[in-house]
């Protein structure tokens, strides 16, 4: 937290990211171990200029908590998102396997969701959306955000903690992920990660910036915010992906009634 608090605390730019759960701390954890720390970053933020999104967890064991991400800037109210599509067993217990976790003294709990059509954060005349982790993977829940086109996002923002994966193919599929979202959506997505592979994608795909994975670093770049929905953000915001199944299955019978009623061979 010394060299986050310290790379926050110099940045320059109109925007800065932090990863998911860049202080892994709740609040009241916070208070207690690192007195002052987080009004520090709060004050250097609200000074104006700059606006920040920071991952970490909300809430206390009390009342429940959420894996989210604060929006510091000179604007009130605070600014969060909190993570909607969880993990199975990481972050919430299916229903059903309570019992499993209890019998193992698994000290595992349950994160709450946050809403679905989460608003943006506003830094100047963008909007930025934020998404947790593999919340990227699914660009029909994404696309909600683009019903209301007068208040879509302009700009993306992925920031995930997957130290857990390791040095495997997950960090160049999740950065493959992001991509297809960006084409989808039409719409430039920042990428701020732990491990990697934290980089800046324009609208097209494109990777514009990146750091090498498992690299503590900065990195600059620069987007540009769009405006307008695409095909796939109208129809997918609103109906979902049964759209596409429903053309699969007809495809699917088609071609099996075809074969059906073809003649035998001699």
């Known amino acids: 937290m010394a060299w986050l608090s310290k790379a926050m605390h110099e940045s ?26 987080w009004a520090a970053l709060q004050a250097r933020f609200a000074a104006g200029g700059q606006s920040a999104l920071v991952g970490l967890p909300l809430g206390d064991y009390e009342r429940g908590y959420t894996n989210s991400v604060a929006g510091l800037s000179a604007a009130p109210p605070g ?52 998404n947790i982790c593999f919340e990227d993977l ?38 493959n992920i992001t991509r297809l979202r960006t084409l989808e ?23 514009t910036q990146r750091l090498a994975p498992f690299t503590r670093g900065v990195l600059d770049g ?3 915010g769009r405006t307008g929905a695409t095909p796939f953000a109208r129809w997918a915001g609103r109906l979902g992906l049964w759209p596409l199944f429903a053309l ?7 071609f099996a009634f075809t074969r059906r009623r073809a003649p035998a061979g001699p």
């Not at 730019?13 to 720390?37: I, R, S």
């Not at 309570?98 to 005349?125: H, I």
């Not at 959506?185 to 990777?207: E, I, K, S, Y």
């Open 138 to 175: 699914f660009g029909e829940e994404l696309a909600v955000r683009f019903v209301d086109e007068a208040r879509s996002p302009t700009i993306l923002a992925n920031v995930s903690n997957i130290g857990w994966f390791g040095d495997t193919a997950a960090l160049p599929q999740h950065l």
């Open 12 to 37: 320059s730019g109109e925007l800065v990211v932090a990863p998911e759960t860049a202080v892994p701390l709740l609040p009241g954890q916070l208070a207690e171990f690192a007195p002052g720390w």
């Open 79 to 130: 600014y969060r998102y909190d993570k909607q599509h969880l993990v199975p067993f990481g972050e919430f217990i299916p229903p059903g396997f309570r019992w499993f976790t209890e019998l193992m003294d698994l000290p595992l709990g349950d994160f709450a969701r946050g809403p679905l059509d989460a608003p943006s954060f506003p830094v100047g005349a963008q909007r930025v959306a934020p």
């Open 185 to 207: 959506l039409q719409r430039p997505m920042l990428r701020a990660t732990n491990t990697g592979v934290t980089a800046v994608v324009d609208h097209l795909g494109r990777v």
């Open 222 to 224: 620069e987007v540009e």
């Open 248 to 254: 699969a299955s007809a495809t699917v019978a088609a």
